[in-house]
């Protein structure tokens, strides 16, 4: 009898700490490509005890406009916040856990709109991102994580390095086979 109640109640704490696990959302941090390629975003974890989502702009396909300047929030309703870089902008603010992802607000710097969105792992490698407006009209992508080393350190065009002028020296000739 004792043998069963032990077994009963260590599968009933297995079973706790099992449903515990699931109910909780996997963590979305890592750098993420978008669905169309043009941009990578960067999530951490935020918030009280680190228990939100967070991500702002790392990289772009495309990081200068026309004019070779660094591409700006120009589409954002508030004047004053047109002249932001693109690059290190705040997309996703404070995302909270909700069932088996994450559930907030998406700034789209394309329109200079916020959204309604819901994130969630589908493996290690894929992330589901629903975008809804006004609860009716939504959209989703799949985003694919990529490595960190990848991201744009600031916005600045890259100048390319100077020529050398020196020459090189001349190569030596293979060393005679000893006998």
Avoid: H
């Amino acid at each position: 009898m004792r043998i069963a109640f032990g077994l009963a109640a260590l599968l009933a704490s297995n079973l706790l700490a099992a449903s515990a696990a699931s109910a909780a959302p996997k963590d979305l941090s890592g750098t993420w490509l978008t669905g169309d390629g043009r941009a990578k975003i960067r999530i951490d974890r935020c918030g009280p005890n680190g228990g939100n989502a967070c991500g702002k702009v790392v990289w772009l396909k495309a990081p200068v406009d026309e004019a070779g300047a660094p591409r700006t929030d120009v589409k954002n309703p508030d004047p004053k916040k047109r002249a932001r870089p693109i690059i290190g902008l705040s997309l996703l603010d404070n995302l909270k856990p909700e069932d088996d992802g994450f559930a907030g607000e998406i700034y789209n710097a394309d329109e200079g709109k916020i959204y309604q969105v819901s994130l969630a792992r589908e493996s290690e490698g894929e992330l589901n991102v629903q975008g809804c407006m006004l609860k009716v009209l939504c959209g989703s992508q799949t985003w694919t994580r990529v490595p960190d080393v990848n991201q744009q350190a600031a916005a600045a065009p890259v100048e390319a390095p100077a020529k050398k002028t020196a020459k090189a020296a001349p190569a030596k000739a293979p060393a005679a086979p000893a006998q």
